[in-house]
């Protein structure tokens, strides 16, 4: 545990302003709504149990996926993409402004080499093909949103960071300066430019990368700028919040939600696409890109199964579903790009 990639536990300074939070009680960060990670019904030690003993068909491809390698650093500055890398790593550029979110280019959501790894294909992108970055956005600790391999390899790329208070103790054990890293409680935000901003909101999740749980905060996050808004749930459950942020900003152009790695007995902290659905309706987001899925197996559905239920539960929405290629430019202006149905025929 005193490894490098475990990160570090806050302390000193750190851990006294997070004290100071109203989210952070008895010794750990806490959700909005408090209630159990298990669903009733369900029991830690029987999901363990039926992990060891069944198997699950289809729950990673054995085809390689398909994936275009866009060049990111001749993109005109002009043009509002996103493009995405698999799992909830992606490329935002907006009005100039260069972000990068959940990056993982290390082939693997694990602190050891025999843990998860990436699907033959989805990994195609590394750290050098990053082009400067001016903010890098944290949605919370866990391995397959942070890497220390490629946060490590791209911190002489990165202006800022912007994570969760906690999060920064991390950074800070990774060779960043304190000038580079940017804590955020819920509701507090990053004034990018006098009319372009990145706010820090909530979700419901949890932390942690050791024995030591929710001592670095979990973040949504939307993004204000000219003409275009943005919503990144991070990864979460289902709750009232996603009217709460509606209200609280009202025209979301684009929703990128966690689509994937979902089970019945944990929804309380990941939502099942139909509530993935649900929710993007009350957000009242035009766009919906769907992530957290196509690259690591960590739940027991087909790997497949989060763009085909997502795909079908969309019909008739109010909003337009995209679904890129790995790698492909999602063009955020672009109200008549088409997607194709690309994880069909994949075995």
């Given at each position: 545990m005193?490894k490098?990639q475990f990160?570090a ?10 004290k100071?939070?109203l ?7 806490r959700?909005l ?5 298990i669903?009733q ?7 363990i149990?039926?992990?060891l ?15 275009i ?5 001749a993109?005109p500055?002009n ?18 402004v260069k972000?990068?979110?959940d990056?993982?280019?290390s ?5 050891l080499?025999w843990g998860?790894?990436?699907?033959k294909?989805?990994?195609i992108?590394?750290?050098d ?26 911190q002489?790329k990165?202006?800022h ?8 103790a991390?950074?800070?054990?990774w060779?960043?300066t304190?000038?580079?890293?940017m804590?955020k ?8 430019k006098?009319d372009?901003a ?8 949890d ?6 749980s929710?001592?670095a905060?979990?973040l949504?996050f939307?993004i204000?700028?000219p003409g275009?808004?943005?919503y990144y749930?991070?990864?979460g459950?289902?709750?009232d ?7 609280k ?14 089970n019945k007995?944990?929804?309380s902290?990941?939502e099942?696409p139909?509530?993935?659905?649900l ?8 766009n ?6 196509s ?6 559905h087909?790997w497949n199964?989060?763009?085909e239920?997502?795909?079908?539960l969309?019909?008739?929405k109010?909003?337009r579903?995209a679904?890129?290629v790995?790698?492909?430019?999602v ?6 790009q088409q997607?194709r149905?690309w994880?069909k025929n994949?075995?």
């Amino acid at each position: 545990m005193r490894k490098p990639q475990f990160g570090a536990l806050p302390e000193g300074e750190r851990l006294e302003l997070i004290k100071k939070s109203l989210h952070y009680k008895e010794g750990k960060f806490r959700n909005l709504e408090e209630k159990p990670t298990i669903t009733q019904g369900y029991s830690m030690l029987g999901e363990i149990w039926i992990s060891l003993t069944k198997e699950f068909p289809d729950t990673e491809p054995n085809d390689v996926l398909p994936s275009i390698k866009t060049d990111l650093k001749a993109i005109p500055a002009n043009e509002n993409v996103i493009v995405w890398f698999g799992h909830s790593s992606f490329f935002l550029q907006l009005n100039g402004v260069k972000i990068l979110v959940d990056p993982i280019f290390s082939g693997k959501a694990s602190p050891l080499p025999w843990g998860v790894t990436a699907y033959k294909g989805s990994d195609i992108y590394t750290a050098d093909d990053m082009p400067e970055i001016d903010y890098m956005l944290l949605s919370h600790d866990h391995y397959d949103h942070l890497d220390y391999e490629t946060v490590t390899a791209l911190q002489r790329k990165v202006k800022h960071v912007v994570c969760g208070l906690g999060a920064g103790a991390h950074y800070e054990r990774w060779g960043y300066t304190k000038q580079q890293i940017m804590e955020k409680d819920w509701g507090e935000k990053v004034q990018v430019k006098p009319d372009f901003a990145i706010f820090a909101e909530s979700t419901h999740h949890d932390g942690g990368r050791g024995f030591k749980s929710s001592q670095a905060l979990w973040l949504s996050f939307f993004i204000q700028s000219p003409g275009m808004n943005i919503y990144y749930s991070g990864d979460g459950g289902y709750s009232d919040r996603f009217k709460q942020i509606a209200a609280k900003y009202p025209a979301i152009d684009w929703a990128i939600m966690e689509c994937g790695q979902y089970n019945k007995a944990w929804q309380s902290v990941h939502e099942l696409p139909e509530e993935v659905a649900l929710a993007t309706t009350e957000l009242k987001a035009k766009n919906m890109l769907p992530v957290h899925h196509s690259k690591f197996t960590l739940a027991r559905h087909p790997w497949n199964e989060p763009l085909e239920r997502i795909s079908v539960l969309s019909q008739g929405k109010n909003y337009r579903l995209a679904t890129p290629v790995i790698g492909e430019k999602v063009k955020l202006n672009d109200n008549a790009q088409q997607f194709r149905p690309w994880w069909k025929n994949i075995k």
